[in-house]
């Protein structure tokens, strides 16, 4: 099992974190469709199979220990299933996690930075204070359903 990174191959947004085992990797490789391995399922995931928002191989790199790899993809619609460009969306800036693009149903995603609002733009919604350190004990994962 290795961990893959996602991301568009022409602007170098970052999309997904997902992961893949070698029969993933293998058919990735095969067919230049992204499949990963869905860890809660157990199974393989074509990344689109449901949702149409498939991601096409451009090139496939594999990090200098061989234990993860960084898809550069062409993606079509949203990658995250959230419906967002990116499922890196929430961004921690000190004692505030943001959520920094809106849901974006289908089209391609928008290159980084396109869908960020200014600060006074920004509602109580899509804020949340957390401390310096309940945000140093808090995981990516809970910080991240925090800010939904």
């Given at each position: 099992m ?12 970052v ?6 085992n070698?029969?993933?990797?293998r ?7 992204v ?13 689109g199979?449901s ?6 191989l ?6 200098c220990?061989?234990?993860?790899v ?11 299933h959230?419906?967002?460009?990116s ?5 921690v800036?000190?004692e505030?996690v943001?959520v ?7 089209g391609?995603p ?7 609002r ?7 919604c ?16 809970e910080?991240?359903?925090?800010a939904?």
């Amino acid at each position: 099992m290795v961990t893959a990174v996602a991301q568009q191959h022409d602007s170098g947004e970052v999309l997904m974190l997902a992961w893949m085992n070698r029969e993933a990797l293998r058919e990735t490789l095969d067919t230049g469709r992204v499949c990963y391995w869905s860890r809660s399922r157990q199974a393989l995931w074509r990344k689109g199979e449901s949702s149409g928002h498939r991601q096409r191989l451009i090139e496939a790199r594999l990090d200098c220990d061989g234990d993860a790899v960084l898809l550069l993809v062409d993606q079509q619609g949203p990658a995250c299933h959230m419906g967002r460009p990116s499922c890196f969306y929430n961004a921690v800036r000190g004692e505030v996690v943001e959520v920094i693009t809106a849901p974006r149903p289908g089209g391609r995603p928008s290159p980084m930075g396109e869908d960020r609002r200014p600060m006074q733009r920004r509602t109580s919604c899509s804020r949340r204070r957390v401390g310096r350190r309940q945000a140093a004990r808090h995981s990516a994962l809970e910080l991240s359903s925090q800010a939904r």
